[in-house]
């Protein structure tokens, strides 16, 4: 019988799927035509992290909600125009381990800081969209990562308790928001530095029962 009282809550962007480079091109070239270019390094230091925080640092504080509503929305057009034209593949283990987590009957969630139209797109050119049984986006929360509202939004949207969620992310805010949600994490970090309670390299590299392991062994994995 399937146990649907787990959920996995999972971050989209370096986590699920590499896309930093359609991000960067859409930031640098919406920003250059605002006349705000930006530079890589300014960029990488957004990860994941709202529309509006960020363009209330870029554009200063003259920036109107209307202007910054604005931007957002021309830069995550442009983002979703070169998802759908160059297509986007994810990252090595992470749909293995989403299949393998339904077939086991874990209830899983896309829980990210980004808009919905930008999930839905990532999820159609995947064709994944049957994997998920809830999105959380930037749409349905007021405060960003760190803040542990994203994942108990998708917790509460999946009829699944905080204690029985493992969140999947790549960037500390999110560790940070999983830990203050009350959840296990499993951190996907190439330097293996994230302060998750289980840190992996690649998800290819997870051990299948890492889930299972995680929730019932109460986060005694080693990293």
Request: with cysteine; net charge negative.
């Given at each position: 019988?399937?146990?649907?009282?787990?959920?996995?809550?999972?971050?989209m962007d370096g986590t699920?799927?590499?896309?930093?480079?359609?991000?960067?091109?859409?930031?640098?070239?919406?920003?250059?035509?605002?006349?705000f270019p930006i530079t890589?390094?300014?960029?990488?230091?957004?990860?994941?992290?709202?529309?509006?925080?960020?363009?209330?640092?870029?554009?200063?504080?003259?920036?109107?909600?209307?202007?910054?509503?604005?931007?957002?929305?021309?830069?995550?057009?442009?983002?979703?125009?070169?998802?759908?034209?160059?297509?986007?593949?994810?990252?090595?283990?992470?749909?293995?381990?989403?299949?393998?987590?339904?077939?086991?009957?874990?209830?899983?969630?896309?829980?990210?800081?980004?808009?919905?139209?930008?999930?839905?797109?990532?999820?159609?050119?995947?064709?994944?969209?049957?994997?998920?049984?809830?999105?959380?986006?930037?749409?349905?929360?007021?405060?960003?990562?760190?803040?542990?509202?994203?994942?108990?939004?998708?917790?509460?949207?999946?009829?699944?308790?905080?204690?029985?969620?493992?969140?999947?992310?790549?960037?500390?805010?999110?560790?940070?928001?999983?830990?203050?949600?009350?959840?296990?994490?499993?951190?996907?970090?190439?330097?293996?530095?994230?302060?998750?309670?289980?840190?992996?390299?690649?998800?290819?590299?997870?051990?299948?029962?890492?889930?299972?392991?995680?929730?019932?062994?109460?986060?005694s994995l080693q990293t």
């Amino acid at each position: 019988m399937m146990d649907n009282s787990r959920a996995v809550l999972w971050d989209m962007d370096g986590t699920l799927v590499d896309s930093a480079e359609y991000h960067w091109q859409a930031w640098r070239d919406t920003m250059a035509r605002e006349e705000f270019p930006i530079t890589h390094e300014q960029f990488l230091a957004t990860f994941g992290q709202r529309n509006d925080s960020i363009l209330r640092r870029w554009l200063g504080e003259n920036a109107t909600t209307d202007s910054i509503q604005r931007v957002g929305d021309a830069k995550e057009a442009l983002y979703r125009e070169h998802v759908r034209r160059q297509g986007i593949a994810p990252l090595p283990g992470a749909f293995e381990c989403v299949h393998t987590l339904q077939r086991e009957g874990w209830r899983q969630a896309v829980a990210s800081a980004a808009p919905r139209a930008n999930i839905e797109t990532i999820l159609e050119v995947l064709q994944a969209a049957d994997c998920f049984q809830a999105i959380v986006s930037a749409e349905d929360v007021l405060r960003g990562k760190p803040d542990p509202q994203v994942f108990l939004v998708a917790a509460r949207k999946l009829g699944v308790q905080p204690a029985h969620c493992i969140v999947v992310e790549d960037a500390q805010h999110g560790i940070e928001a999983a830990h203050a949600a009350g959840m296990r994490s499993i951190g996907v970090d190439q330097s293996g530095k994230l302060a998750a309670d289980f840190v992996v390299r690649s998800l290819d590299l997870l051990d299948p029962n890492a889930f299972n392991a995680l929730l019932q062994d109460n986060g005694s994995l080693q990293t």
